[in-house]
């Protein structure tokens, strides 16, 4: 299935050990999406374009790629 | 001593590749990284394979590449962006050693041998860096190991499918020296037509050649590329990856339209100068060598450098020395499409300055004062708020701001070390 990149709004919340873990992520129609789970953060290409930090999320039971990219965070979307 | 090991490592067609990075799709068209189109400031930095493949030449005019390849995508070159995603290739290369040594942008080496008994076999240690690089920043690179810095660079130059070659003492006879010799770092084409007078076409005839004989003809240069042929370059990678001292401020820029006489050079460089005053300044410093380098339509370059009598940072004066170096050492036979100038030698501007007898110093003054004003005008009201009114005839010619504007030099291989021959 094609993957697309998409800019979200996210919150985030920085612990006190200065890791930074993102908990909600908004889509442009503004449903809002909590985000159950990090599996995993590493330095990562993406295959829709860009590279980052690459937040492994789970995400209502699927796993879905959540970028920073310098200062701005995407998802590797299923949707157009 | 212990057999050194050295990795060049370098981004292929690097500001191409970090476009098709971020957009993906651009791998499917035949797309080059180019100069402003109408500002004409216009060639072709880098290309993809398609471009390549249409015959389209990094160096040469967006309208010749569109003539070649009209189908061409021409972007903009986005220099914050290489200038981050390179930095971060360049972090990557700094967890295996701490001498790290940028050579422009896209390339640099890397000291492996105080790192070998960390990370074990080299050769796995190139592979692990290369698929890193691609894991997590999305981009290829191409890497040489070898024992000296010049056959490392002339490993990865060879684009190994693999993207990583090998020159060992025991295959450089192979390898490197039946390559012409042009592909040498530091033969450049002046330097290629005065071996090719004397029958030197590969590397291999360089490494043969008297060196006695190289060094009459061509002085320390020569001692120099015959050192380098015969795999005795033992300059060290040094660590330059983080901040440095300044050892010199210099500008360049690539032309709007080719120009073929120093009178009309003379605007542009003094937009250059006023912005390297001006820098040295802010950094609080002083300089008494002055450098000129061109690159004339044809893409050749090269570059000259005297010594001044007593250090400066005053536009004016800078100015002076360059047209001067100019007028005296090239003669406009080709026009010239890009010019840069700089200052070294650079000394903290002292309080005190000892008087000339010979010069003018009212003049000195005076010229001084002039660029502390036209600092104070600008920073308070924008660049443009006052200029010279030599550089208001041909407005698109100078109509740049070399201070602010984003600007990449490459680094010099001898770091400022003196070469006899300028033209090297």
Redesign the interface.
């Known amino acids: 299935m094609e993957l697309y990149k998409r800019y979200v709004d996210v919150v985030l919340m920085q612990k006190k050990t200065g890791r930074i873990v993102p908990l909600y992520l908004f889509w442009e129609d503004g449903r809002k999406y909590k985000i159950d789970k990090v599996i995993s953060a590493e330095r990562r290409a993406s295959p829709v374009g860009g590279c980052g930090i690459r937040y492994a999320c789970m995400i209502q039971g699927e796993r879905r790629n959540l970028y920073l990219e310098k200062d701005k965070w995407f998802i590797e979307s299923y949707q157009p | 001593m212990k057999e050194r090991v050295i990795f060049h490592i370098d981004i292929n067609h690097c500001y191409a590749q970090i476009e098709e990075?971020?957009?993906?799709?651009l791998r499917e068209v035949p797309m080059a990284v180019g100069g402003h189109e109408e500002k004409r400031h216009g060639i072709i930095l880098a290309k993809n394979d398609l471009a390549k493949k249409a015959g389209v030449l990094t160096g040469e005019s967006l309208r010749e590449a569109k003539e070649a390849c009209p189908d061409l995508l021409i972007i903009p070159p986005q220099y914050e962006d290489y200038t981050?995603?390179t930095g971060?290739v360049k972090d990557i290369y700094r967890e295996y050693s701490s001498q790290v040594e940028s050579f422009g942008l896209d390339e640099a080496w890397v000291d492996f041998t105080g790192s070998r008994h960390l990370f074990g076999d080299p050769l796995q240690t190139a592979e692990e860096i290369r698929n890193r690089v691609?894991?997590?920043?999305?981009?290829t690179v191409s890497v040489g190991v070898s024992w000296n810095k010049i056959f490392a660079k002339f490993g990865s130059d060879l684009k190994d499918p693999s993207g990583i070659a090998v020159i060992t003492k025991d295959n450089y006879r192979d390898k490197v020296w039946p390559a012409p010799v042009r592909d040498l770092l530091y033969v450049g084409p002046a330097t290629e037509r005065k071996l090719k007078s004397r029958g030197i076409y590969t590397i291999g005839d360089l490494a043969g050649y008297p060196v006695q004989h190289l060094k009459k003809a061509m002085g320390v240069a020569g001692e120099v590329i015959s050192v380098f042929a015969n795999g005795g370059d033992c300059s060290e990678v040094t660590e330059n990856g983080y901040a440095s001292p300044i050892k010199s401020v210099g500008n360049s820029m690539t032309m709007v339209h080719d120009v073929d006489n120093a009178e009309d050079l003379r605007p542009v460089y003094y937009v250059l100068c006023e912005a390297i005053a001006s820098r040295l300044k802010d950094a609080g410093m002083e300089g008494d060598v002055i450098s000129v380098s061109v690159r004339s339509s044809g893409l050749e370059w090269f570059m000259k450098q005297r010594k001044l009598p007593r250090r400066t940072n005053v536009s004016e004066e800078i100015l002076h020395a360059v047209m001067e170096l100019l007028e005296t050492s090239y003669s406009f036979d080709t026009p010239l499409r890009a010019v840069g100038a700089s200052v070294s030698g650079l000394r903290p501007a002292g309080s005190f300055r000892q008087l000339s007898l010979l010069e003018d110093e009212e003049k000195h003054e005076k010229a001084r004062r002039i660029d502390y004003a036209m600092d104070q005008i600008r920073g308070q009201y924008g660049f443009y708020a006052v200029r010279r009114a030599c550089t208001v005839i041909d407005r698109p010619l100078t109509e740049f701001n070399p201070k602010d504007d984003h600007t990449i030099h490459p680094i010099g291989y001898f770091q400022g070390r003196k070469m006899s021959d300028g033209t090297l």
Not at chain 2, 134 to 139: D, S, V
Request: no cysteine.
């Open positions: 990075m971020k957009y993906p799709q981050y995603y971060l691609y894991r997590e920043i999305g981009l």
